[in-house]
């Protein structure tokens, strides 16, 4: 039987964990990351926002043609906000294989999966529920700026194929009996022909 000193070493034997971290790809998986939340909480407050109050917000002629604009273009916003969501999730991910060794990748995977739970899921949904107007207002420019670079390569297609499909497979939307769904449907209506109607003539 070997000395107690020769077996306390192997029972408490030392682990050595070796990990390398790309700093760039980290940095580009966190990026990716915040593109993502980004286009999440322009999703969420697209589906959130009340035109009444985004029109009290920007009193006057401007808040009237806010308003307009985004009930003309809303479907291609949407489509903008899904594609910041999608390409910022797809782009972590792809980011993450070379951030981390072959070894530490699954954790690393784990670990953004986690992130994104949060960071693009139920904090943007949260706050868009509780202040979809202004957050809207602070993420339009990049909305606009993202449709004017991606609306004719990307966003009318998707737009136009996502149509098609609806037609092949005959689905069309359901009439509400919600009372609230009924009233906020018809308040983005009303608001958006009384904004037109309102709207100077450029005759």
Known sequence: MPPVPEIL???????????????ASVALVLLCL???SFGSFCANCLAYYSPTKLQNRLPGEEGQRLVAHLEQREGEYRIMARFYFLSGLIGAFFAAQKAVDGASLPWFLGGISITALFACG???STVANLRAEATLLRT???LRGGL???RWPVILPVQVITSGILRVLRIREEPSTNPVELDRKSTRLN???SSVSRMPSSA
């Open 191 to 193: 608001s958006s022909h």
């Open 9 to 23: 070493p192997a029972l408490s034997g030392q682990v050595e964990v070796s990990l390398l971290v790309s700093p």
């Open 34 to 36: 915040a593109i993502s």
């Open 148 to 150: 004017w670079l991606l």
């Open 140 to 142: 339009m420019p990049f």
């Open 122 to 124: 139920s904090v943007p």
